[in-house]
């Protein structure tokens, strides 16, 4: 055994698949218990780290690689995540609340420091991870559609000025604990700084824009870019003298623009949030030594004072924006929780502090523990009072013409559906779906056959391709003309099907895409992609995905689950109007509330929803269901198996910080044994593309709170 020890001991290979077993078991175990899957992955590195079976060393070289290459690829995913648009549109309130939510708990965190007799230095340090905070809780505001919401905008804004401000804090600190630290080094490294900013920033956006440009479609290339400006910039940061974090941060902001929403950021996000990253979680419980924890703990008064001071400070910054901007109380609550939870930056800075001798072991355990609670903290508060915020979609001045003209263009447009068809099993329930949308806006449809290219025009496998294609839109096209629905077929050559299908949609100034349930799912779907997410990200208009198990003319009860019934998610509610009027079926709303919901409130919701129901979907036969349930993915299953057809809202895969967020729906569709409609809506949505307005009124109704 001694011979198979030392060979574990000496592999480096050994604690890399290692941690790969870690990342896919333990946070899979404890999600089950109830508990972030963060959580297990600190409890792993203790546990195998050198206080516990010693099969992890935090001094090998591959666990110092891969955390650095986990803490680098933390900060730069921060800075990819802001939400560059969001900013722009409130750029100045954001620069007002992100000074009031960086001054303030760097004050607070610097008293903390010097009353517990830290150096001046240190203590202001200590500040400086008061000040930044980490969007946690921002796919709840996504969710229920409030982002749009001034508050909750400032917030999102805020978060460059603070993540910003606390790395030039840190890089300025450590830099004077290196010792021999003179004005004019002060000065020179200012100079350095602003210098190396505007390189990153401006010259990493200009190169990354043109390297787009030339690349095209070549997404293998343009991750590997990323990529490289991400080490790039980290490098960079280090030969001038400040940290790597600092660079990376500065590179997801500089590359934000350029790589949008697609899928090379879907990618470049994925392999951090699957691997890197759980990575530098699992080495952070490396350097946990749980007697020194729990002596930590039991004199308490250090991580007391950190975690009350932190709460407390970003809520006088909450509430100095409250008066400043004149916000609601809920308003500044939403604010408070949002810039509540101390993740990413929080946790990098304080393991460049605890590796350069900055920052104590107590330190480090208390920041730990103030992760835990502000991570489950703000995202508790966001959820009970997002809900309740009102979105009003302010226009710029000389928009009203614009607006007026694209409603126009809007009308005079005929109401398209393409069909992408492929499987002659799912093409009849396709086309009938189809055709209850277009009958209803007495549009078209045009069936679309993809035949993807050979490199040569003329090899066999080309001509039984178009043969079959053109079979199917034979088929389609005998469907709609059954059902008495116009159709114009077409068959497109292209390299690929889902840019064939989005093309071919944007070419035919499609209303719609009816799209049928894809096979790839899982891992390789994630890492590789699918037709289906590859038509999501890539559409102009919204994405119907089917799974059918009968005809859609058989549909006569249909299930909508709702959280709220404001802005894009009305639109579940709206496409179940359409089947309901071509059906004479039934329509159910279903809001599952939390078990300790008074019964006063559930009537109040169920009046609510009633209320905004008539005004988006008149003379349509509704019923109001609202009950309390502690897991709203069971809740919706249990009332589904009542009904022909469930119609949820798909909403696109985003990250807090890196860390995945799971999402309702994705559990739903796993395990719902009827037949589901998921309403994928396009990066930029453009309004009264999918269903008409409301009756009366304005629809922009606050409905849950």
């Known amino acids: 055994m001694e011979p198979i020890l030392e060979v574990f001991r000496k592999e480096p290979i050994v604690p890399f698949a290692l941690l790969l077993v870690v990342i896919l078991t333990v946070p899979i175990f404890f999600e089950r218990l109830r508990l972030p899957g963060l959580v297990g992955l600190l409890v792993a590195g203790v546990v195998l780290g050198p206080n516990g079976l010693q099969l992890l060393q935090k001094e090998s070289e591959t666990m110092k690689l891969l955390s650095d290459i986990g803490l680098v690829y933390l900060m730069f995913v921060a800075g990819l995540e802001v939400?560059?648009?969001?900013?722009?549109?409130?750029?100045?309130?954001?620069?007002?609340?992100?000074?009031?939510?960086?001054?303030?708990?760097?004050?607070?965190?610097?008293?903390?420091?010097?009353?517990?007799?830290?150096?001046?230095?240190?203590?202001?340090?200590?500040?400086?991870?008061?000040?930044?905070?980490?969007?946690?809780?921002?796919?709840?505001?996504?969710?229920?559609?409030?982002?749009?919401?001034?508050?909750?905008?400032?917030?999102?804004?805020?978060?460059?000025?603070?993540?910003?401000?606390?790395?030039?804090?840190?890089?300025?600190?450590?830099?004077?604990?290196?010792?021999?630290?003179?004005?004019?080094?002060?000065?020179?490294?200012?100079?350095?700084?602003?210098?190396?900013?505007?390189?990153?920033?401006?010259?990493?956006?200009?190169?990354?824009?043109?390297?787009?440009?030339?690349?095209?479609?070549?997404?293998?290339?343009?991750?590997?870019?990323?990529?490289?400006?991400?080490?790039?910039?980290?490098?960079?940061?280090?030969?001038?003298?400040?940290?790597?974090?600092?660079?990376?941060?500065?590179?997801?902001?500089?590359?934000?623009?350029?790589?949008?929403?697609?899928?090379?950021?879907?990618?470049?996000?994925?392999?951090?949030s699957v691997l890197f990253i759980p990575i530098f979680f699992v080495d952070m419980g490396l350097l946990i030594d749980i007697p020194a924890f729990i002596k930590t703990l039991s004199s308490i008064w250090l991580t007391l004072a950190i975690v009350v001071g932190l709460i407390s400070?970003?809520?006088?910054?909450?509430?100095?924006?409250?008066?400043?901007?004149?916000?609601?109380?809920?308003?500044?609550?939403?604010?408070?929780?949002?810039?509540?939870?101390?993740?990413?930056?929080?946790?990098?800075?304080?393991?460049?502090?605890?590796?350069?001798?900055?920052?104590?072991?107590?330190?480090?355990?208390?920041?730990?523990?103030?992760?835990?609670?502000?991570?489950?903290?703000?995202?508790?508060?966001?959820?009970?009072?997002?809900?309740?915020?009102?979105?009003?979609?302010?226009?710029?001045?000389?928009?009203?013409t614009t607006h007026l003209e694209?409603?126009?263009?809007?009308?005079?447009?005929?109401?398209?559906?393409?069909?992408?068809?492929?499987?002659?099993?799912?093409?009849?329930?396709?086309?009938?779906?189809?055709?209850?949308?277009?009958?209803?806006?007495?549009?078209?449809?045009?069936?679309?056959?993809?035949?993807?290219?050979?490199?040569?025009?003329?090899?066999?496998?080309?001509?039984?391709?178009?043969?079959?294609?053109?079979?199917?839109?034979?088929?389609?096209?005998?469907l709609a003309g059954e059902l008495g629905v116009r159709t114009e077929p077409l068959l497109r050559l292209d390299d690929d099907i889902a840019r064939g299908i989005s093309r071919a949609s944007r070419e035919q100034k499609a209303s719609l895409i009816v799209m049928g349930w894809g096979k790839r799912t899982g891992f390789r779907a994630r890492l590789f992609g699918n037709v289906i997410d590859s038509v999501l990200w890539a559409s102009h208009c919204p994405v119907v995905v089917t799974r059918l198990l009968d005809s859609p003319l058989n549909f006569h009860r249909i299930l909508v689950p709702v959280e709220n019934l404001t802005g894009q998610g009305t639109q579940p509610l709206r496409f179940a109007k359409i089947l309901a009027d071509s059906n004479q079926a039934q329509v159910t709303l279903l809001h599952v509330c939390n078990t300790r919901t008074s019964d006063a409130k559930v009537a109040w919701t169920r009046s609510q929803l009633s209320l905004v129901a008539s005004k988006w979907a008149p003379n349509t036969n509704f019923e109001i269901e609202v009950i309390k349930h502690e897991n709203v993915a069971q809740a919706i299953l249990n009332a589904a198996r009542s009904f022909d057809l469930i119609v949820l809202r798909s909403l696109r895969y985003r990250t807090a910080g890196g860390l995945e967020v799971s999402d309702v729906t994705t559990q739903l569709v796993q395990h719902l044994a009827c037949s589901v409609v998921l309403l994928g809506e396009p990066q930029r949505t453009t309004t009264g593309v999918l269903l008409p307005k409301p009756s009366s009124r304005v629809a922009n109704d606050n409905v849950l709170s």
């Open 406 to 478: 694209g409603e126009k263009a809007l009308a005079d447009r005929p109401f398209t559906v393409v069909v992408p068809v492929y499987n002659p099993q799912t093409e009849k329930y396709l086309m009938e779906m189809a055709a209850l949308l277009a009958r209803h806006e007495a549009g078209r449809i045009v069936p679309l056959a993809i035949t993807t290219t050979n490199a040569q025009m003329d090899a066999p496998q080309m001509e039984a391709a178009f043969q079959r294609s053109e079979m199917l839109l034979d088929r389609a096209t005998e």
């Open 83 to 272: 939400d560059i648009e969001q900013f722009r549109k409130t750029k100045h309130r954001s620069a007002g609340f992100g000074t009031f939510t960086f001054l303030v708990p760097l004050i607070m965190g610097t008293i903390v420091g010097r009353v517990f007799n830290f150096d001046w230095n240190a203590s202001i340090l200590i500040g400086s991870l008061f000040a930044s905070h980490t969007l946690l809780a921002y796919p709840i505001v996504s969710r229920l559609g409030v982002v749009g919401n001034e508050a909750v905008t400032v917030t999102i804004g805020a978060t460059i000025f603070t993540d910003v401000g606390a790395l030039l804090v840190l890089a300025v600190c450590v830099g004077i604990h290196g010792g021999d630290f003179t004005i004019v080094k002060l000065f020179t490294l200012f100079g350095s700084l602003i210098v190396y900013s505007a390189v990153i920033l401006f010259g990493f956006d200009w190169a990354g824009r043109e390297f787009f440009r030339r690349t095209g479609q070549e997404e293998g290339n343009q991750f590997l870019f990323v990529l490289l400006a991400l080490f790039l910039a980290a490098l960079g940061a280090q030969l001038i003298g400040v940290e790597k974090i600092v660079g990376a941060f500065l590179a997801g902001l500089a590359v934000n623009d350029v790589v949008g929403e697609g899928q090379v950021k879907e990618k470049v996000v994925f392999v951090g």
């Open 313 to 400: 400070s970003k809520f006088l910054a909450a509430l100095l924006a409250k008066f400043v901007y004149r916000y609601n109380w809920r308003e500044m609550l939403v604010m408070w929780s949002l810039s509540l939870p101390q993740v990413a930056a929080t946790l990098a800075a304080t393991l460049v502090g605890y590796r350069v001798g900055l920052l104590t072991e107590e330190v480090l355990n208390s920041v730990i523990v103030l992760m835990l609670v502000t991570a489950t903290l703000g995202p508790v508060i966001t959820s009970r009072f997002a809900p309740g915020l009102t979105v009003t979609e302010a226009e710029p001045i000389g928009s009203e």
